[in-house]
């Protein structure tokens, strides 16, 4: 059998880690319950349930699960996938490509031979091109002082310190770490934070957290005032997420 289109369905502890690595095929990573954390090219994506990342062929990339998640992917062939974007991308999955992903994991592997599987299988591929990309992404400054303050925070996106404070534990100025940020990572620091704090607000809202906890987790002290910010950036409610 000529196998066209295969795949993964598995269910995986919190903290589970699929080290870096990449393949020939594309790959969608779709995020059936819990949260993912992708990191590739320089961004890593938080991965709210029900939605995905899409991997272009040969992207190196590695997949944190924070919290119990269950992943569903989907490989395709790279003659299949050319017209696809080339770069990492976050998706939002609309009913029909959920149960196109959900029957495609039922019947994988499909093999070319396979006519009704490959209908399918084009069909997803013409959903995952029309999908709603998603601004799930953080990119990822390279500077060691900057990736130090940026660590600081993902491990504490709440903190209430000042630029200042979290410049001298990194061993920088204030003013190079704006400096670093701005031209590594195409965003002022606050702008930055400010998104860290959002996705860490994503990622307990998809382990089940109210509204609520989830603005105190990323460090806003009002909940409407999470709120907006999360509909601002996202373009949908918190209670939208689900």
């Not at 600081?152 to 920088?172: C, H, Q, T, V, Y």
């Amino acid at each position: 059998m000529d196998i066209a289109i295969r795949c993964l369905a598995a269910t995986y502890y919190g903290g589970f880690h699929i080290a870096p690595h990449r393949h020939h095929w594309g790959q969608l990573i779709y995020a059936g319950s819990g949260v993912m954390r992708v990191r590739a090219g320089g961004m890593f994506w938080i991965v709210p349930p029900a939605r995905a990342v899409w991997v272009p062929v040969g992207a190196e990339h590695e997949i944190h699960g924070l919290g119990d998640f269950a992943m569903r992917t989907l490989y395709f062939p790279q003659e299949m996938v050319s017209d696809l974007p080339g770069e990492c991308c976050a998706l939002d999955v609309t009913p029909l490509l959920r149960e196109l992903v959900l029957d495609l994991v039922e019947r994988a592997p499909v093999a070319w031979e396979d006519k009704a599987g490959m209908r399918l299988a084009q069909v997803a591929i013409d959903r995952i091109a029309e999908a709603r990309t998603l601004p799930l992404q953080l990119p990822m400054p390279s500077d060691p002082r900057a990736v130090r303050l940026a660590t600081i925070l993902r491990d504490d996106p709440a903190s209430p310190a000042s630029l200042s404070e979290l410049a001298r534990a990194a061993g920088a100025s204030a003013r190079t770490i704006q400096r670093l940020f701005l031209s590594e990572t195409g965003m002022p620091f606050a702008q930055w934070r400010q998104r860290l704090r959002l996705l860490h607000g994503a990622t307990e809202l998809g382990a089940g957290r109210s509204v609520t906890e989830a603005g105190l987790a990323a460090g806003y002290a009002g909940t409407s005032a999470f709120i907006a910010a999360f509909r601002k950036h996202f373009g949908f409610t918190p209670s939208q997420l689900g």
